[in-house]
């Protein structure tokens, strides 16, 4: 047995290991999953000049690695257990897993997902045979009612991740990649929702390999685990970001906080835009759809490697789950170019006075436009967005100083999210009339009644000046509002936006500066 120099009792160490190790080479769960492949990803590869491995547990039965810990789960409960049934809470891809565990040990199973769940599995859920219960908005509020569900109706709960059974059999997963890859790995990048894929490869492949690398992948408005680990103690978000919504979890498990601490190297965290690079990276590679929280590795692998200049290494990249809601496409699709660092968006300003257009086009040259909005509004200035394709983020900023240099005064936008999301999508400006105006981003699930409950808890008396809105095939609603808020009713607006329960940006200074310099 090999063991490997950390800053904690070893004793304690080996202890906890060797049961893991034990576990996972003991693990029941190829009696529902298969082994997958770990497939090279040649273009990636060769554009980020790292030999990239992929995990395939999107090609799972249920397109994902989470029926591995479900069954290991169930297949070691009583059959007084099994008789009277089973509960989890799962924003869809431990739900399939139990299900169908369910399914082959013939036992009931209900499972809470939260609202935002993807319908896609949801109906795969229920497919299964999987009785599903809706309820509250992250995997943590569906976490609670489950609780409360299993003490009612004594069911015994499958926790998705916080389980020493569920750990061992996503530990399955590094078992495989070791069998798999005999020679040097530098890396294995995994995707962190509540730690219980990360706990188990790295329980695994530390004892064998102590060598390789574990760093842990998190969304940036979701590093429940970043932050605790940073802290020393489990940390609790307030709110989690629903782009990515089977890594939204708003605290890791204790068991997976533990473990992630005695193993886990290291971290990075991303955002939505280089997720959906990374979902458009594996499709060219493979022709395969992951989920966000599928490609969210793959991700973290490409921003590590280009934070710490690594070229020639190997990486490997667990694509977690393939459970992709269709409609959410069309955003990928949108945002993946941003994230790839191939378009810049712009707000340039120019005399409002003939040949003005001419010469911003000469300025322009041969590059691609792949977006250009323009009104009228001031008798002295135009203000044009213009979206332009690009080879690398080098040349955003060469780009800008280019127009700036041609007398163009340039804002850029590449990186603004109120940009991506909704300014790109309207044509005005500031107007004269919007007095005491306040601008705000809202998040908000996308179900029935959540715009009204957001226009309900408003005072009639706010005039709302703004209002964007655009359905773009995610799981949440994204809005940017502008409303008059009289100095009087500071107080009560900040009153309204805490009772709200919606993630909120205030945007009004960057609001005011992008409309001087833009449409």
Known sequence: MIFFSIPYPIAAIRAM????????????????????????????????????????????????????????????????????????????????????????????AVIVMPVTTPQVKIDAVRALGGEVVLFGDSFTDAAEHAAELQARDGLTFVHPFDDPDVIAGQGTVGMEILRQHPGPIDAIFVAIGGGGLISGVAAYVKQLRPEIKIIGVQMVDSDAMVRSIQAGRRVRLADVGLFSDGTAVKQVGQETFRLAREYVDDYVTVDTDAVCAGIKDVFQDTRSVLEPAGALALAGAKRYAAQHKWKGKTLVAITCGANMNFDRLRFVAERADVGEAREALFAITLPEKRGSFLRLCEAVGDRAVTEFNYRISDAEQAHVYVGLQIRSEAEIEKLAAHFRKRDFPTLDLTSNEMAKTHLRYMVGGRSALAENEVLYRFEFPERPGALMKFLGAMNPNWNISLFHYRNQGDDYGRILVGIQVPPADKKAFKEFLSSLGYPYWNETEIGRASCRERV
Request: aromatic share 6%.
């Open 17 to 108: 290991s060797v049961d893991y190790l034990k576990r996972i080479l003991t693990s029941k769960v190829y009696d529902v999953a298969h082994e997958t492949a770990l497939d090279l990803a040649p273009r990636i590869s060769k554009r980020i000049g790292n030999t990239v491995l992929l995990k395939r547990e999107d090609t799972q039965p249920v397109f994902s690695f989470k029926l591995r810990g479900a069954y290991n789960k169930m297949a070691h409960l009583s059959e007084d257990e099994l008789r009277r049934g089973v509960i989890a809470a799962s924003a869809g891809n431990h739900a399939q897993g139990v299900a169908l565990a369910a399914s082959r040990l013939k036992c009931r």
